[in-house]
């Protein structure tokens, strides 16, 4: 891995005004800096480790939004289970994304290792994981999937070191994704009978924050006049009195719209692109709405066909571009820039990448958009 340019040298070199206030650099500042602390989790993934191998099992817990992007998600670990109103017990792992700072939940003792992200004030209790939130003036939730998923990748990789290599999703964008969540029982099985060589312990965390500053950057240089219209188009449809929509897909949304600032402007509802059983909302559109898709690998034909007949102007997330519509004035295609796969850290002698990109990638979209909407 070679050396980057990390994001306060650029923006100590004189670049301009907008970029220092580019929601995706500040994602990838805070990325930068959560990757600085990664020395720092190595004790606690090395207890999980031997948690987990002895039999103890892995819960997420607290914010919905955060135990749904760790839950079922590509590059992240099988094994996982949302804690909901179950009682973890004496040696098994909580992750855990408290909803307010203070909030120490009953089952957090006893023989519970519990790693909490977030704030973490001196009353905290350890271990305690930042996110940076604050420093770098970014969404709270949005900022803990950081060092959630920065946490992850150094869990898998002190398994390893242990002799043993837990499962891992692979994206049901893929062909393999249904069928190895059939295979291992949807984290039923939560070992390989066999381990990739040991990956030492940094390896995974540098690996995920080069790859994710690297795409931050290039999205924020390559698709920012996009961006620049599509949030045009919205504060033009406001002054018209029209309204505006943001749908969107995935663990970490749609809570990362509809429970935040951007819900307040955009109206939110689920809109899974590309699943055709998927039920879709029932909104009608007119000549004055703007609606933004912030999706997954597929673009959102059905979401096109009926909001530009009505004279609606769409701006979407996808991974590629909806063919009939590349020369439609009223329709912005934005590319995340995240691998097919989602997930993108490979490790020698395993199958399928770990650690998903696109819910911080979309979310620092979303909140870009929502910036350049609202001149916040």
């Not at 929601?23 to 090395?46: F, N, S």
Request: overall charge negative; hydrophobic content about 45%; proline content about 7%.
């Amino acid at each position: 891995m070679g050396l980057m340019l990390t994001v306060a040298s650029v923006l100590g070199a004189g670049m301009p005004d907008r970029a220092e206030e580019s929601y995706l650099l500040r994602v990838a500042a805070a990325m930068e800096r959560c990757g600085a602390g990664i020395p720092a989790m190595r004790d606690a993934a090395e207890t999980a480790a031997a948690r987990l191998v002895a039999g103890g099992r892995l819960w997420a817990a607290g914010q919905p939004g955060m135990v749904s992007e760790l839950s079922g998600r590509a590059g992240g670990l099988m094994m996982i289970r949302p804690l909901g109103d179950q009682k973890p017990g004496d040696g098994d792992v909580v992750l855990y994304f408290p909803e307010r700072d203070a909030e120490v939940p009953a089952w957090a003792r006893g023989g519970v290792l519990v790693i909490r992200f977030g704030s973490c004030p001196e009353s905290a209790p350890a271990p305690c994981l930042p996110n940076h939130a604050e420093a770098f003036r970014i969404s709270p939730t949005l900022a803990n999937a950081i060092p959630g998923w920065l946490f992850t990748g150094e869990l898998i990789a002190a398994i390893t070191r242990l002799g043993k290599m837990p499962v891992i999703y692979e994206s049901i964008g893929l062909y393999g994704g249904n069928a190895r969540i059939v295979q291992y029982r949807n984290g039923g099985i939560a070992f390989h009978d066999e381990a990739p060589p040991p990956v030492a312990h940094g390896v995974i965390g540098r690996c995920y924050v080069e790859a994710m500053t690297a795409m931050l950057r290039r999205v924020d240089r390559e698709e920012r006049d996009k961006m620049a219209r599509a949030a045009a188009w919205a504060r033009e449809s406001r002054a018209r009195g029209g309204r505006l929509f943001m749908y969107s897909m995935g663990h970490l949304f749609p809570d990362e719209v509809e429970k935040t600032a951007i819900g307040a402007v955009f109206r939110s509802a689920v809109w899974n692109a590309g699943f055709r059983a998927s039920p879709k909302p029932a909104d009608v559109f007119g000549a004055d709405d703007f609606v933004a898709l912030i999706g997954y690998q597929h673009p959102p034909d059905d979401l096109l066909r009926r909001a530009r007949p009505a004279g609606a102007r769409v701006a979407y997330l996808a991974l590629y571009a909806d063919r009939d519509f590349i020369s439609d004035e009223g329709v912005l295609w934005i590319d995340p820039m995240w691998p097919w796969a989602d997930a993108c850290v490979p490790i020698e002698g395993y199958d399928v990448p770990l650690i998903a990109a696109s819910g911080i990638l979309n979310g620092a979209i979303a909140w870009e958009l929502y910036r350049l909407t609202c001149g916040e």
